[in-house]
């Protein structure tokens, strides 16, 4: 289970940060994603991370803007969402993946939380 926080209403230029703790699986068996849909738009990973080695996916729409990282400790995912632009607006949702190179490939599913962003 994948359960997901911190979404929200912000003005463009605006920060957030996304947080996804996972219960009954073993969170470092997997990879972790942030996937997004805007409305009539198809959903689309954003950043993942490779809890075996470190690696990280970001799509070039929020290089530079998002940061993914992680607290195994916590079993939790955060996404640090900078300099936020209206078009960042989507329902977020966290995934467990099996790999980065294979992320649309997804295991466990979180239930989104809503960013908006006004301009």
């Known amino acids: 289970q994948l359960q997901a926080s911190g979404g929200g209403l912000v003005q463009a230029g605006g920060s957030l940060r996304l947080s996804c703790t996972a219960s009954g699986f073993t969170f470092g068996d997997y990879a972790i994603g942030w996937f997004r849909q805007a409305p009539g738009k198809e959903r689309e990973a954003v950043p993942c991370?490779?809890?075996?080695?470190?690696?990280?996916y970001y799509a070039d729409s929020v290089k530079g803007r998002f940061t993914i990282s992680t607290d195994n400790a916590k079993n939790t995912v955060y996404l640090q969402m900078n300099n936020l632009k209206p078009e960042d607006t989507a329902i977020y949702y966290c995934a467990a993946v099996f790999t980065i190179a294979t992320r649309n490939d997804v295991k466990y599913w979180g239930q989104g939380t809503q960013v908006t962003v006004s301009s």
């Open positions: 991370f490779s809890n075996s080695d470190g690696s990280t």
